[in-house]
């Protein structure tokens, strides 16, 4: 998993490059941002899925301040916020809408183009979109957490299982051990 990560994640410099983070500076440098372990990768999954559901704006810069904050992995948290896009956006937040409208009890209005491209309705959607956004944040970043550590405790008891089983002595069907061949 790890060889993996390492393979497809953004290098640190690529990441660092990006002038709008450098409002924190000296923050960025601590190592456990950058390394790849059981606690570090699922927080930031878990930052990356939660923000992700946020409203669009500053989502990266949201994302980065919460990994520093949770000393989570950072690339991770920062790559997983592009997740939603200009595609993905309007079914995200249409169905944090009708989950926010069940929520509250309040009676969801249908996907008109019409309606959700005029910003005088914004207001009477976003309280709905918020609470929906919220428990859909926290859901999928709690089952993104969960998940990851599964994953990686499944691969590293199939890794030692194989470990084991390469440096175990060949034991031939019948044939005694060393200490049962002595005689008496």
């Not at 990266?60 to 592009?82: C, Y």
């Not at 595609?87 to 944090?96: C, D, E, G, N, V």
């Amino acid at each position: 998993m790890k060889r993996w990560l390492k393979r497809h994640m953004p290098a640190p410099q690529a990441i660092l490059a990006n002038r709008s983070l450098g409002i924190f500076g000296s923050l960025l440098q601590p190592p456990n941002l950058w390394s790849l372990n059981r606690h570090s990768v699922s927080g930031g999954v878990a930052v990356g899925l939660f923000v992700m559901y946020l409203p669009p704006f500053g989502q990266p810069l949201l994302a980065v301040a919460l990994a520093i904050l949770l000393r989570v992995n950072l690339p991770i948290s920062f790559s997983l916020v592009w997740l939603s896009n200009p595609l993905t956006i309007p079914p995200m937040f249409y169905s944090s809408y009708l989950l926010g409208c069940w929520l509250l009890g309040i009676e969801a209005r249908g996907f008109e183009l019409r309606f959700w491209l005029d910003w005088h309705n914004w207001l009477a959607v976003m309280a709905p979109v918020l609470l929906g956004s919220l428990v859909c944040a926290s859901l999928c970043a709690a089952l993104g957490y969960a998940a990851i550590r599964m994953l990686w405790r499944w691969r590293l008891v199939r890794e030692i299982r194989r470990r084991r089983a390469r440096y175990a002595p060949p034991m031939a069907s019948g044939a005694s051990t060393p200490s049962s061949s002595r005689q008496i």
